[in-house]
């Protein structure tokens, strides 16, 4: 069993940075991928970014590239998703989750919601304009 806790939400204005945390506890392993992904209100959840434990490769919807940047710490089995440059339409739940045998699919299918077994409660990210 793996348990998520995602950490840094907040309140900033557009054009501000946010940098979330999420830290695994339990069963990890170098097969994890994991990925944040984003619920605004009255829209479905979806995919913001996903990396791959074992060699750090990494993967972005292209609403974010060039302006957010996933990493993992694996001394801290922490993952973080440093936000730039945000604007009101990045305003959302911020959720981050972990495929425990994520290599063993192909990188397309990172942004697949039911690819991942195990989610955090979600932290709230507001930018203002």
């Known amino acids: 069993q793996v348990q998520l806790v995602e950490s840094g939400g907040g309140l900033v204005q557009a054009g501000d940075s946010l940098r979330l945390s999420c830290t695994a506890s339990g069963r990890t392993t170098s097969s994890n991928v994991m990925g944040w992904f984003r619920q605004a209100p009255g829209k479905a959840r979806e995919f913001v970014a996903a990396?791959?434990?074992?060699?750090?490769?990494?993967s972005y919807a292209e609403s974010v590239k060039g302006r957010f940047t996933i990493s993992r710490d694996g001394g801290k089995n922490t993952v973080y998703l440093l936000m730039n440059s945000l604007m009101p339409e990045d305003t959302a739940v911020y959720y981050c989750?972990?495929?425990?045998?994520?290599?063993?699919?192909?990188?397309?299918?990172?942004?697949?919601?039911?690819?991942?077994?195990?989610w955090g409660q979600g932290t709230q990210v507001t930018v203002s304009s």
């Open positions: 989750a972990l495929d425990p045998r994520g290599i063993y699919r192909n990188a397309n299918d990172y942004s697949r919601i039911g690819g991942y077994d195990y």
């Open positions: 990396i791959v434990w074992i060699d750090s490769s990494t």
